[in-house]
């Protein structure tokens, strides 16, 4: 009876150890869509005293960055940057977005001067 | 589907929880020894894999946000003690290890060493000498933290070797632990109820007396002392305890805890906990635990013990079991387990006695069989048979 139970709790805690991380990416491959008329750069999470670039990329509109992977799977704080109309680098704030893990594409645009966002 | 469920309501843990989890580590290991080591206990052993399932559940805050990713925690704990010849001292030896930590991904073994992982082991190791007929014990030894891999969000951490000792004398015993010449901890434990499994009595008003533990911790090494006071009452006959936990100097009762062993041998037990967070909220919790499987949700026990990770559905891998003389007893237990009979006996003498008494019936039982041999022998042997029918070819 005990051994039973012994091969029935491994069994179970093999399947979930092997098989989640199958089902579930622990980083996070991201590429930028700019569908905005404005060049996009920096895409980076913000921390409290520190912040990583996460596509250092600058994405001219209608462009796809390249794909960068860190390891953020769950929910960050994102910003960028945006050339304003008077030439100026301008820091746009995303808010929290939550990233699933795995590959991503991120689009951006600018909507009734809001800026956007949706994954793909 | 209950998981799940509960999943939209579950917290999560922070990075200084994770980097905390070393030195409380540490302390539960030297906790555990203290109620290990009895003049007189033969061995403990213990392992656990505690398995949190839910990436959703151990989702790590940061200062960048909020991570998912798993915890993982496995220990295991060996202690053995023997009499040194007929000198009526008792040498031990000791080992608690334990690995933890919190990775992006699940692991058992290898962990991913993500950009916020922590993956550390803690190890305890020691001596101790006993004389059980003195009530009396002595130990020491090494601790040893050990990071494998700290993530940038955490509080930079080394190898560090700590040193210990803990003494017992009847009911009272303490311990302290020290890192180079600085003070960590020290811990007075009074364990005032009398149980069977030492010597004591089985019912009546002794068996309620408290269990107190009162410990002085130095974790940050500044100087500013806290103070854990940890008090277990046995409220009905050795199978309801009570169990307070209060920290100070910022005068918070930490948890309450009601837990029923349905035998006194403490192997099995089913718990309710409230643990009272720091801002005043209470979190109830409860679980289960059997011989090799533990399933707890929110349990006290677990918040304190894994790195104050909190709203969690633990699966867990669980076996604590100790030998006190030639009883065999779950951790902290009062009683023999009601599986054990009399039959196993390590005394040198009884085996012994029983040897030669099984020698004797054996030489008596062949002596009589080789007699009625020699007596079926001398006369002549007669055989019938039954049931054999002899049919004649048609």
């Known amino acids: 009876m005990k051994k039973w139970i012994l091969a029935l709790v491994s069994t179970v805690f093999f399947m979930l150890s092997a098989c989640t991380h199958l089902v579930l990416d622990s980083t996070e491959r991201?590429?930028?869509?700019?569908?905005?008329?404005?060049?996009?750069?920096?895409?980076?999470?913000?921390?409290?005293?520190?912040?990583?670039?996460?596509?250092?990329d600058t994405v001219a509109p209608g462009?796809?960055?390249?794909?960068h992977e860190q390891d953020f799977v769950g929910s960050f704080h994102i910003i960028f940057k945006t050339l304003d109309s008077t030439g100026a680098w301008e820091i746009v704030d995303m808010g929290k977005i939550d990233f699933d893990g795995g590959s991503e594409l991120l689009k951006i645009s600018k909507k009734d001067g809001e800026w956007d966002h949706e994954f793909e | 589907m209950l998981v799940l469920s509960l999943s939209a309501h579950a917290g999560h843990l922070k990075a200084s929880g994770v980097s905390a989890g070393g030195s409380v580590t540490r302390d539960l290991q030297l906790r555990e020894f203290g109620m290990v080591f009895h003049p007189g206990a033969d061995g403990y052993l213990g392992a656990n894999l505690l398995y949190f399932p839910l990436p959703s559940q151990s989702q790590l805050s940061t200062e960048y946000g909020k991570h998912e990713g798993y915890v993982l925690r496995e220990n295991f704990a060996g202690y053995f003690a023997e009499e040194l010849g007929k000198s009526g001292w008792d040498l031990g030896v000791l080992w608690w290890i334990e690995r933890h930590g919190w990775d992006s991904e699940d692991f058992a073994v290898f962990p991913n060493y993500g950009k916020f992982s922590l993956i550390r082991s803690v190890q305890t190791t020691g001596l101790s000498i006993a004389r059980p007929d003195l009530n009396l014990g002595v130990a020491g030894g090494i601790q040893y933290t050990n990071p494998e891999y700290v993530g940038k969000v955490y509080e930079p951490e080394t190898d560090t070797l700590y040193e210990w000792a803990a003494a017992t004398w009847g009911p009272i015993s303490a311990q302290t632990s020290f890192h180079h010449s600085s003070f960590r901890h020290a811990r007075v434990s009074l364990n005032l109820e009398s149980k069977k499994v030492l010597g004591g009595r089985e019912s009546g008003p002794l068996t309620y007396l408290p269990n107190i533990d009162v410990a002085i911790y130095d974790r940050n090494g500044d100087g500013e002392d806290s103070l854990r006071l940890f008090w277990e009452q046995n409220l009905i006959a050795q199978r309801l305890y009570a169990e307070v936990a209060v920290y100070f100097p910022d005068p918070a009762l930490r948890f309450?805890?009601?837990k029923y062993y349905p035998d006194p041998s403490k192997v099995v037990s089913i718990d309710v906990t409230c643990y009272r967070k720091s801002n005043g909220d209470l979190l109830w919790g409860g679980g289960i635990s059997m011989p090799f499987v533990r399933v707890a949700y929110n349990h006290a026990d677990d918040i304190e013990n894994v790195f104050g990770l909190r709203g969690t559905f633990v699966l867990q891998f669980h076996f604590a079991i100790e030998k006190i003389r030639d009883t065999f007893v779950g951790l902290n237990g009062s009683k023999a387990t009601p599986m054990m009979t009399r039959e196993i006996d390590t005394d040198d003498n009884v085996k012994k006695q029983r040897r030669e008494q099984r020698e004797q019936e054996f030489n008596e039982s062949r002596r009589k069989s080789s007699l009625q041999e020699s007596s079926k022998t001398n006369s002549p042997r007669e055989i019938t048979a039954t049931g054999i029918v002899l049919e004649k070819a048609k």
């Open chain 1, 30 to 56: 991201l590429q930028v869509k700019n569908l905005s008329d404005q060049d996009i750069t920096d895409l980076s999470v913000v921390g409290k005293s520190d912040t990583i670039v996460w596509i250092p």
């Open chain 1, 63 to 67: 462009e796809l960055s390249f794909v």
């Open chain 2, 256 to 258: 309450v805890a009601l």
